[in-house]
């Protein structure tokens, strides 16, 4: 059995590329959509006045994207959660109140990965295995935990930094607009502790989502959600 011990002696032995691998394959990490393909996911929500607005945007373009929600958040705004599974989106788990796991003891991220998946399919009625870590962190003890939780674990490939103070459309388009063929791009509906107040405006991202989808299916690639 890989040990959190015998997974940090391996990484160290074999590099920053090696980390990747090694960490992805205990943790069953998927980077990767299906090829022709392109996902929008979007992290943090669901918030109303922003989370609506993203679900407004995607019903006019007629694309299905995955939304990993915060557990608390998802708790204090069902409706949300409810719109965005009726909508035909995905919807997965990003903890329970988005602690950052470099900060965060083993048993409590185990509290807040297993609560934070339990609040949104109390939501919904259903259990989800959809999840991606707050700050897309995976330590080598997070990667055994993710693993005996028997998640499905989905990072990014496109990261246009949409959550930054001062983030702009034409930033955020230039970034995300070059999406190829297997590509997941991070986007937040929400912002959890943000940097500064301005981040919690999602009008950048939400005005950016028309030019990125254009851009995505001139190159003749599918919009669609995760797999599970």
Same mark, same amino acid.
């Given at each position: 059995?890989?040990?959190?011990?015998?997974?940090?002696?391996?990484?160290?032995?074999?590099?920053?590329?090696?980390?990747?691998?090694?960490?992805?394959?205990?943790?069953?990490?998927?980077?990767?959509?299906?090829?022709?393909?392109?996902?929008?996911?979007?992290?943090?929500?669901?918030?109303?006045?922003?989370?609506?607005? #993203?679900?407004?945007?995607?019903?006019?373009?007629?694309?299905?994207?995955?939304?990993?929600?915060?557990?608390?958040?998802?708790?204090?705004?069902?409706?949300?959660?409810?719109?965005?599974?009726?909508?035909?989106?995905?919807?997965?788990?990003?903890?329970?109140?988005?602690?950052?796991?470099? $900060?965060?003891?083993?048993?409590?991220?185990?509290? $807040?990965?297993?609560?934070?998946?339990?609040? #949104?399919?109390?939501?919904?009625?259903?259990?989800?295995?959809?999840?991606?870590?707050?700050?897309?962190?995976?330590?080598?003890?997070?990667?055994?935990?993710?693993?005996?939780?028997?998640?499905?674990?989905?990072?990014?490939?496109?990261?246009?930094?949409?959550?930054?103070?001062?983030?702009?459309?034409?930033?955020?388009?230039? #970034?995300?607009?070059?999406?190829?063929?297997?590509?997941?791009?991070?986007?937040?509906?929400?912002?959890?502790?943000?940097?500064?107040?301005?981040?919690?405006?999602?009008?950048?991202?939400?005005?950016?989502?028309?030019?990125? #989808?254009?851009?995505?299916?001139?190159?003749?690639?599918?919009?669609?959600?995760?797999?599970?």
């Amino acid at each position: 059995m890989l040990t959190p011990a015998r997974l940090s002696a391996a990484v160290t032995t074999r590099g920053t590329r090696a980390l990747w691998r090694v960490k992805d394959a205990v943790a069953q990490v998927h980077r990767r959509a299906p090829e022709g393909s392109v996902a929008l996911t979007f992290d943090d929500g669901p918030q109303p006045g922003s989370t609506d607005r #993203v679900l407004d945007v995607l019903a006019e373009l007629d694309v299905r994207a995955t939304f990993f929600c915060v557990g608390a958040n998802a708790r204090e705004h069902p409706e949300l959660v409810r719109r965005i599974r009726a909508e035909g989106h995905a919807v997965g788990s990003h903890s329970l109140t988005h602690p950052h796991p470099r $900060e965060t003891s083993l048993g409590d991220l185990r509290r $807040e990965y297993v609560h934070g998946r339990r609040a #949104v399919a109390g939501v919904l009625g259903a259990d989800i295995r959809l999840f991606r870590p707050p700050h897309g962190h995976l330590g080598p003890a997070g990667s055994v935990l993710v693993r005996r939780l028997a998640v499905s674990t989905w990072l990014w490939t496109v990261d246009p930094q949409d959550w930054r103070p001062g983030a702009t459309v034409d930033g955020i388009v230039s #970034v995300a607009a070059r999406a190829s063929s297997g590509d997941v791009v991070l986007f937040h509906d929400w912002v959890e502790q943000p940097e500064a107040p301005e981040a919690l405006d999602r009008s950048a991202t939400v005005a950016a989502l028309p030019a990125v #989808v254009r851009a995505v299916r001139e190159r003749g690639l599918r919009l669609e959600r995760l797999p599970t």
